[in-house]
């Protein structure tokens, strides 16, 4: 039998809306005092207020903080309506531990389908329209890194992808300077395809 | 069941340390991957710089290529993102960022890293922890495995089978994120223990491995893609390790030798094996271990509840003082992953990572020598290198 065949027998499996996500991936609420300290190794609880870009989901502050289920992290500094019918990533490893590069490369996954949003990645820069960054900035990549953001043509956005590149996570200070900044230690691909869709104006996912 | 092969093998080497199957010794040499490309090279040949970072690299990495223009005369691999981890603060710490070595292979990590701390503080987990690290590696494999074969029909251009084999993986991941809330067991593990109650959906898992078997079954029957991968990368090497020797005829497994074996024992673990010692052998391998995978974990009396996660810190003064060492050994989904941990004074005063992907580095760059261009992507993916865990070096 064909694959053609194969592939139509298994029908559609790409979902209306976000239906699967592992609790400690989404938003952390402040459930009551458990007592003690939550002992938040990355600053990510100050003032009992949660920090989602310094979070890197080790569940020291259970249960004071438990996850809400909600997955819309991501923050849009700058909204890109140009990109909103065709939007292009190149993705760039600075530093990650792979967690962010298979939760990212997961959005083409059937179940999600980036490309019914309009979304769709490229193996260049110049092809680029969103510079999207993963991992904590290494030396050896820096120079990279620069060389892929100029190489880019304009208008063009720059998205942090992970604790790692949205705050240095657990391993450095350095965070990415970011017109889009998308939490997780790693984000889930609802979290990630959320982000990217309000980034070019649209309203989620 | 197949007997442990009793001759010593090497597992492998990392900052002048050598690790054998049954010692570990002071080398004195490097665990850095040789260079094949030869500073003096002929007329017409060229040195062709892929990446660090390029299109088709899941990863950064640095690959130069010393060829003619189609026939490879030597490759050398260098991991442009060296992460340098420390090793300072308490046991709970350094475990964050031990799971974040290698965040697909998390479970692997954190067991091996485990299992050596244990040795060091003289202590040994429950049975029923043990068995519980053994569930979250097979699951770790199933999805791995399922990877591999997904990012080798990507590399065919076989969209539909690749397509189905992203399903499947997002799928696994679903049922581990289900069970530990976290896709990735972040923040799951701890010495002695689970830091929370935890339930597997085998019902789930198992249509996942029935569905795989087919769009295996139909890559296997595929002339077009399994001409891809036979004769390419064939490596026959008694320092090979997981799936790569596995695929050469080796009867190498962790899962005999190491750690865990006794969980395994008792399961009758069936090591799937090659004769070919290529790319092909290497999928062949893996494709076949999801099944055996599957049926370790069918057979696994799991009981995961919440487990001794107050141990460290209710023994925490008695440990002050303490000092000692460990060696923690497990089977990655891409061959033995070690960890020897030294604790001085009640800390962890030294790491060393003896990762599969070095190993691996190894073999891949030896095996790609007189291979052509268009074999490259598809040697590199049968071995299942992960760059993160290459790039990294424990302070």
């Given at each position: 039998m064909n694959w053609f065949i194969k592939g139509v027998r298994k029908g559609v499996k790409t979902e209306r809306a976000p239906t699967d996500v592992a609790a400690w991936s989404t938003e952390l609420g402040f459930r009551g005092d458990g007592g003690g300290s939550p002992n938040c190794p990355t600053s990510a609880i100050e003032g009992g207020v949660w920090v989602a870009e310094r979070c890197v989901y080790c569940r020291r502050c259970y249960p004071q903080f438990q996850p809400t289920g909600n997955h819309r992290l991501g923050k849009i500094k700058r909204v890109e309506k140009v990109f909103a019918r065709s939007f292009y990533l190149y993705a760039i490893d600075v530093g990650t531990c792979g967690a962010c590069n298979a939760e990212f490369k997961l959005i083409g996954s059937p179940q999600c389908d980036m490309t019914r949003f309009g979304i769709f990645f490229t193996n260049t820069p110049r092809h680029a329209d969103a510079l999207v960054v993963m991992g904590v900035m290494t030396e050896g990549m820096r120079e990279a890194f620069k060389k892929a953001y100029e190489a880019m043509p304009e208008p063009k956005l720059v998205i942090a992808l992970g604790a790692c590149a949205t705050s240095g996570g657990l391993f450095g200070e350095e965070k990415i300077d970011a017109d889009v900044v998308i939490p997780g230690c790693p984000p889930s691909p609802y979290t990630i395809l959320d982000a990217l869709i309000r980034a070019k104006g649209g309203e989620g996912w | 069941m197949v007997a442990v092969n009793p001759k010593p093998r090497i597992i492998g080497e990392t900052d002048g340390y050598k690790l054998y199957s049954d010692r570990l010794e002071e080398?004195?040499?490097?665990?850095e991957p040789s260079n094949l490309i030869s500073k003096v090279r002929p007329g017409g040949s060229l040195v062709f710089e892929y990446g660090p970072a390029a299109g088709g690299l899941l990863e950064s990495a640095g690959v130069d290529i010393d060829t003619f223009g189609e026939y490879i005369r030597g490759v050398n691999v260098t991991p442009y993102k060296v992460r340098r981890i420390s090793v300072s603060g308490g046991v709970e710490d350094v475990l964050l960022r031990v799971e974040r070595v290698n965040g697909c292979f998390a479970a692997s990590h954190t067991a091996a890293f485990l299992l050596a701390l244990e040795k060091a503080y003289g202590v040994e987990a429950p049975q029923d922890v043990v068995i519980g690290r053994v569930a979250q590696i097979e699951l770790e494999r199933i999805r791995n495995n399922m990877f591999v074969a997904q990012r080798l029909a990507e590399h065919a251009g076989f969209s539909v089978p690749s397509a189905n084999l992203l399903y499947l993986i997002e799928e696994v991941n679903r049922v581990i994120g289900r069970a530990f809330g976290h896709r990735y067991f972040y923040g799951v593990n701890t010495l002695r223990g689970f830091r929370m109650d935890w339930q597997l959906d085998l019902g789930a898992l198992k249509n996942i491995v029935d569905e795989f078997r087919e769009v295996f079954r139909g890559l296997l029957d595929n002339r077009v893609f399994i001409d891809r991968l036979q004769g390419n990368g064939v490596i026959v090497d008694e320092g090979s390790i997981g799936p790569a020797a596995r695929a050469a005829g080796y009867v190498y497994d962790a899962r005999l030798d190491g750690d865990l074996a006794g969980v395994y024992a008792g399961l009758g673990l069936s090591v799937v094996r090659a004769d070919s010692g290529d790319a092909f052998g290497r999928l062949l391998v893996r494709g076949l271990e999801v099944d055996e995978s599957f049926r370790i974990l069918s057979g696994l009396r799991l009981r995961a509840g919440e487990n001794e996660v107050d141990w460290l810190s209710g023994s925490h003064s008695d440990n002050t003082g303490f000092s000692g060492s460990g060696l923690g050994w497990v089977e990655s989904p891409s061959g033995d992953l070690a960890y020897h941990v030294v604790v001085r004074d009640g800390k962890i005063s030294r790491v060393l990572l003896f990762a599969p992907s070095n190993v691996n580095l190894r073999l891949f760059t030896s095996s790609m020598v007189g291979n052509v261009f268009t074999d490259l992507p598809f040697n590199w993916e049968s071995f299942g290198i992960w760059m993160s865990e290459v790039g990294v070096r424990f302070v």
């Open positions: - | 080398a004195g040499v490097s665990g």
